[in-house]
């Protein structure tokens, strides 16, 4: 039906009214934590306070440090967001935090994250949700346990001479070297040993998928998967319906070409393994409800999660030791003593007995949280006790570590790299969640631990490490990662030690 004579008046009135509905219904979205008394930062359409995630890409720990400080900034334990249309609640106060992510985990069970059954490797325990992930989370921490850790890190702690063979080319002054390289090789090797028996061999091999995979998971981000990466971010329902998903084709690849071919091979050739996917199969054998796709993604959120974590971490905690000799000469005095006791033989024992070097990458994880946020949803109202603020159904929560790690509120002189804070093994230092927190904390925290301690070792036992003059003396981040990364490449100058 024509409202006027004209058509061409007709598709103006009908494009402003559209524009006009557009436009109140993103002023009202935009005022949702107004309306709640919450204060929030000035959006802006469409991005909402995501807006300077174009051109520059993805820091998600930069931008929620950003929303972290200024909600500190007026004094507020906790303030609102928008990440899209789409109100999120940023917490600053520790105690708040820690009252969602435990006290009342019932009420934020979930992550905002995408996971699609058209996307088999994106249903996985980082993204599931409800009963879902439960059972998930259940069946792992039963197949999981300690005696089975112990028993996979005895057997992969055996790999470390081929780390050492390859240091030996830049030892002496003969070449600086490019340590995250180091770091992410070794790790890749200890992670395939652990989760399928596989030696890895990546200092030798040319066989680079692990290489490969772990560059996929976290370098390879063109702007074509920034942007799908934004979409799935900011408007994660309309992703959904364009079936966008944010994982790039390699890593696919990777889970459904290996894991059902390892798995058939093993089932049929009666083969067996000291490794996670052994333990898959035999619970899938005993009975234990666990689809193909179910074991190709767990193995893929075990692999990617383990990866880059622990070979960053002990990066950085190479890197602080590479600064400062007293740290170095510490933890190394500490090595001496534990190989004596255990007769040279490095074990799960004995990596738990490395309490300094322990306190050294507690420090590393605070003042560079790998993963920068923790996020949670709300999946049940939720009334704020003492305070007036309903949290609704739906509602992202958002915990910016790096906020959280570097307000001198919990830890005086923040910027400062100080092993000592963590002497005092009582302490709980409050406002520190590396881990995240509660139910849904890391799985596989002390693993991470002890394959950050396991590279470590192999290499403070064997040269003493100082910073090349191609590192800067502090580290800048990265914009376009999930995880903490850094712009320059860290070189050590290493030098053996004779022994
Ligand atoms: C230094 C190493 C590591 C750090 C700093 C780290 C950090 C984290 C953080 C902050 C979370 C979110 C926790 C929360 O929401 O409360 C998480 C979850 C998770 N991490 Fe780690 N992690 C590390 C190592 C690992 C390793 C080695 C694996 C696997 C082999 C792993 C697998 C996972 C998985 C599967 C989840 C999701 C758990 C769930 O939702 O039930 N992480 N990690
Ligand atoms: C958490 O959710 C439950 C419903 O499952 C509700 O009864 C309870 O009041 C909520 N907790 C708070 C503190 O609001």
């Known amino acids: ?59 998600m720990g930069a931008y929620t440090d950003h929303y972290y400080r200024a909600f ?28 969602i992510l435990v006290n009342d985990f019932n009420n934020f069970t979930d992550r905002n994250m995408y996971s699609s059954k058209h996307q088999p490797l994106s249903v996985n325990l980082l993204s599931q949700k409800g009963d879902e992930w439960k059972s998930s989370r259940a069946k792992f921490t039963a197949l999981f346990t300690t005696s089975k850790l112990k028993l996979f890190i005895d057997f992969a702690s055996q790999g470390k001479q081929d780390l050492i063979t390859y240091l030996d080319h830049f030892a002496d002054g003969k070449k600086d070297v490019a340590i995250h390289q180091v770091t992410s090789l070794f790790v890749a090797d200890i992670i395939s040993m652990i989760l399928f028996g596989i030696n890895a061999n990546s200092f030798n ?91 190709v993604s767990q193995s893929f959120i075990f692999m990617s999660g383990g990866l880059e974590t622990s070979s960053s971490s002990s990066m950085i905690a190479l890197y602080e030791l590479a600064k400062n000799e007293e740290y170095q000469t510490k933890v190394r005095e500490e090595i001496y003593r534990i190989k004596e006791k255990y007769e040279g033989k490095t074990s799960y024992d004995s990596l738990m007995e490395h309490t300094y070097l322990q306190q050294v990458l507690s420090e590393v994880l605070r003042l560079y949280p790998l993963i920068t946020n923790v996020y949670r949803v709300c999946v049940q109202d939720y009334t704020m006790q003492g305070r007036d603020l309903v949290i609704e159904k739906g509602t992202p ?50 693993l991470g631990i002890i394959q950050s301690k396991l590279a470590i070792v192999a290499i403070i036992e ?38």
């Open 1 to 59: 039906m024509l409202l006027t004579n004209s058509t061409s008046t007709d598709v103006i009135i009908g494009i402003s009214t559209i524009a006009i509905i557009i436009y109140l219904y993103v002023k009202h979205q935009y005022s949702y934590w107004k309306r709640l008394g919450v204060p929030q930062l000035k959006p802006t359409f469409p991005l909402g306070n995501y807006q300077f995630a174009l051109p520059k890409g993805l820091q």
């Open 397 to 446: 929560v958002i915990f910016p570590l790096i906020g959280f790690h570097r307000d001198p509120d919990y830890f005086p002189e923040p910027l400062k790299f100080d092993p000592s804070r963590f002497d005092d093994k009582n302490n709980k230092h409050k406002g520190y969640f590396p881990f995240g927190a509660g139910p849904r904390n890391c799985v596989a925290a002390r």
């Open 205 to 295: 091999s040319e066989n680079t998928d692990f290489k490969n995979f772990g560059r996929a998971v976290f370098d390879s981000f063109t702007p074509l998967f920034q942007l799908k990466l934004l979409m799935t971010h900011c408007y994660p329902k309309l992703a959904q319906f364009l079936g966008i998903g944010n994982l790039q084709k390699e890593i696919e690849d990777f889970g459904n070409a290996y894991v059902p071919k390892a798995v058939e091979y093993r089932m049929k050739n009666n083969v067996r393994g000291t490794d996670f996917l052994q333990l898959l199969i035999d619970a899938k054998e005993a009975g234990m409800d666990l689809t193909m796709d179910e074991m």
């Open 72 to 99: 500190k900034k007026m004094g507020a334990p906790y303030g609102g967001v928008y990440i899209g249309l789409t109100p999120n609640l940023v917490i600053t106060d520790a105690d708040v935090a820690k009252t």
């Open 462 to 499: 064997n040269y003493e490490i100082s910073l090349s003059p191609k590192t800067p003396e502090a580290l800048e981040l990265v914009e376009n990662t999930f995880t903490l990364s850094f712009k320059n490449d860290i070189y050590l100058k290493l030098k053996k030690i004779q022994k």
